[in-house]
């Protein structure tokens, strides 16, 4: 799979190399979160383990581990399939060949596979609600923001930038359960403030850049779980981006306006009850 990602075999050593890197810095961190979390301390903070928890360090191992070979594969699989994404979301994810914000879009990648893999290491049944939960209690938005700023993250106002990158990848974790639904988006304070909701003249607004951007993170998973699959899901990737150009059309369509949110999951809710109703015999 690595000389699939990479430019030649020079390429591919250097990628396993790095790897293996990352490899023993997981295993670092989920030693110490696992302590952590056996002990007063996570209770404290409020995200003590569930009654009965058996830490699966391992398989929190392995599963950051997959994520991140597949978010390696996912530039390679976006090229092969040719698909167009919105312009904003090639630079906040790895979705084209790297380019000069490359570097701070994998450290965003590797914030979001940790916190992932942290929340598995949790709750291993409800790991995207443990994500966040863990992200909150053991405060990572400011070490991550800080990180993504040395990388020099580029957007209008690197100060704020640093700060929404941050709040995409906890929305994606907080939010995952209506990955697809805008309007209930805006209901976290956090969120909105990603999206750069504002009101102008009496209406309320998302800004075009924030909101396309917090599309892109949103569908991030499927995206992860679309390169991974074997072969690639090829199909899958290709729904994802057309969601988002449907979305992001949708919403220029209606001058960014937030009541074209509200209308659209109305419709989604309504689309997905016609799906579940019984077939007539």
Avoid at 138 to 154: I, K, N, S, T, Y
Wanted: with cysteine; proline share 6%; net charge negative.
């Amino acid at each position: 799979m690595v000389a699939c990602i990479a430019d030649g075999p020079v390429k591919a050593r250097e990628l396993h190399a790095l790897l293996q890197e990352l490899d023993k810095s997981v295993v670092s961190l989920l030693e110490a979160v696992q302590s952590y979390l056996g002990s007063p301390a996570a209770s404290l903070a409020g995200i003590a383990p569930p009654e009965d928890w058996t830490p699966h360090r391992r398989v929190s191992q392995h599963a950051l581990s997959e994520r991140i070979r597949a978010a390696l594969m996912l530039p390679a699989v976006c090229r092969k399939l040719g698909v167009k994404w919105p312009s904003e979301l090639t630079s906040v994810l790895p979705i084209e060949r790297p380019g000069a914000e490359s570097q701070a879009v994998w450290i965003a990648v590797l914030g979001w596979c940790a916190a992932e893999a942290l929340g598995c290491l949790l709750d291993p049944r409800h790991r995207d609600a443990a994500a966040a939960r863990v992200f909150d209690a053991l405060r990572l938005r400011e070490p991550l923001a800080e990180l993504l700023a040395g990388a020099g993250l580029e957007g209008a106002g690197l100060e704020q930038e640093k700060w929404r990158a941050v709040a995409r990848i906890r929305a994606s974790f907080a939010h995952s359960s209506r990955s697809s639904a805008p309007y209930s988006w805006i209901h976290d304070p956090d969120v909105a403030w990603a999206m750069g909701v504002h009101q102008y003249e009496g209406v309320t607004y998302v800004v075009k850049e924030h909101f396309e951007r917090l599309l892109g993170w949103m569908a991030f998973r499927g995206m992860l779980d679309a390169a991974a699959a074997q072969p690639p899901d090829l199909e899958r990737i290709s729904t994802v981006a057309e969601e988002i150009h449907v979305r992001a059309a949708s919403m220029e369509t209606a001058g960014y306006n937030v009541e074209a949110l509200e209308e659209s999951d109305t419709l989604d809710v309504l689309h997905e009850s016609e799906q579940k109703k019984p077939e007539r015999t």
